[in-house]
């Protein structure tokens, strides 16, 4: 999982890895808006499903932490674009 920043000149968030829960933490460089674009094993992809996470815009404020955000993997729609989605829900068994 990936922050997106929606302004000029602001650096990519790194890739934050999901845990088995399928909570996450990322680090954002710089206020403002953010989408976020989810990867598996390698690939990432942005569906037009209205649930996508790239559609999620999300505003952060200077030093402010953001908590209770959900965004959901959608691995009907990747499957449809991409060989690359799980067969099912990715999970850590």
Known sequence: ????PRGADI????WATTECDGTFRLTLFAP???TFL???R???LETDDPRDPAMTLIEVEPGETVSGVELLFLG???RRISD???ADTPSCH
């Open 76 to 78: 009907p729609e990747w």
């Open 1 to 4: 999982m990936r922050g997106i």
């Open 84 to 86: 690359s989605a799980p």
């Open 38 to 40: 989810l990867g598996w």
């Open 42 to 44: 390698g690939v990432a």
């Open 32 to 34: 403002g808006g953010y």
């Open 11 to 14: 650096p990519w968030s790194p």
